[in-house]
Nanobody, 125 residues
Framework: VQLQACGGGLVQAGGSLRLSCAASGRTFSRYAMGWFRQAPGKEREFVSSISRSGRLTYYADSVKGRFTVSRDNNENTVYLQMNSLESEDTAVYYC???????????????????WGQGTQVTVSS
C-alpha cells in the first residue's frame, strides 16, 4: 500500500489549506482512512478519520468545526479541508490506513499500519 500526501504549505492564521492523500496498492474503498499530525517535540496525534463508505467521520476536539474530512473512492483519494487555521495546527500531517477492511477503526496510531510520507503545514500568527 502506498500513500502519497500533498497540499501542505505556509499559511497565515485564519487561512485555509486542503490536504490530499492518494492511495494505491489495494482496493481503497474497503478501508477506513485517517489523518494524524505531529508537531516538533510532541507525539503523533489523531486529527480525523473517515469510514470506508464515507458516511462516518470523526474529529479531534481541537479541530472539530474547522476541519472536514472526505473521500472519493473513485479517485482513491482522501482529503482534509482545514479552515480557520491556528498556529497550534502547525505540524507534519500524515494520512494513514489500517490493514483490516472494516467500516471504521479506532482513532489511535496503533490502529493504522500504512503511513504516507507526511506534508508540512505551517501556520504563521
Amino acid at each position: 500500500v502506498q500513500l502519497q500526501a500533498c497540499g501542505g504549505g505556509l499559511v497565515q492564521a485564519g487561512g485555509s489549506l486542503r490536504l490530499s492523500c492518494a492511495a494505491s496498492g489495494r482496493t481503497f474503498s474497503r478501508y477506513a482512512m485517517g489523518w494524524f499530525r505531529q508537531a516538533p517535540g510532541k507525539e503523533r496525534e489523531f486529527v480525523s478519520s473517515i469510514s470506508r463508505s464515507g458516511r462516518l467521520t470523526y474529529y479531534a476536539d481541537s479541530v472539530k468545526g474547522r476541519f472536514t474530512v472526505s473521500r472519493d473512492n473513485n479517485e482513491n483519494t482522501v482529503y482534509l479541508q482545514m479552515n480557520s487555521l491556528e498556529s497550534e495546527d502547525t505540524a507534519v500531517y500524515y494520512c494513514a490506513a489500517p490493514d483490516v477492511p472494516r467500516e471504521i477503526v479506532s482513532n489511535t496510531v496503533k490502529a493504522y499500519v500504512f503511513w504516507g510520507q507526511g506534508t508540512q503545514v505551517t501556520v504563521s500568527s
